[in-house]
């Protein structure tokens, strides 16, 4: 069992900048490839972006360029820099888990993803 415990969410002007973190508890960190997803009213969960346990990292081409995945193993926790913050940003970010044997593995599906977060709430104002 992983739980995962997201943070930093928040309001932000459209420009501005977030930090998102996600503790990670349980089971071996090592043994899991991280990914952020968000999800707007009315609309499904969709990918953000993903690293793998050696740090392979893959994006969305919507927050390409901006938003930058990264985590921290001795520290167990996988953060979003997020930049250049827009409108169509606004959802909840949840931080979730995937059991990997594979060190450079990283997955964009949610099917993939074995252990969830609970959300953080990031709204942008225009």
């Known amino acids: 069992q992983v739980q995962l415990v997201e943070s930093g969410g928040g309001l932000v002007q459209a420009g501005g900048s977030l930090r998102l973190s996600c503790a990670a508890s349980g089971r071996t960190f090592s043994s899991y490839s991280m990914g952020w997803f968000r999800q707007a009213p009315g609309k499904e969960r969709e990918f953000v972006a993903a690293?793998?346990?050696?740090?392979?990292?893959y994006y969305a081409d919507s927050v390409k360029g901006r938003f930058t995945i990264s985590r921290d193993n001795a520290k167990q926790t996988v953060y979003l820099q997020m930049n250049s913050l827009k409108p169509e940003d606004t959802a909840v970010y949840f931080c979730?888990?995937?059991?990997?044997?594979?060190?450079?593995?990283?997955?964009?599906?949610?099917?993939?993803?074995?252990?969830w977060g609970q959300g953080t709430q990031v709204t942008v104002s225009s």
């Open positions: 690293v793998s346990w050696s740090g392979n990292t």
């Open positions: 979730a888990a995937a059991y990997t044997t594979s060190n450079y593995a990283y997955y964009i599906d949610t099917d993939q993803y074995e252990y």
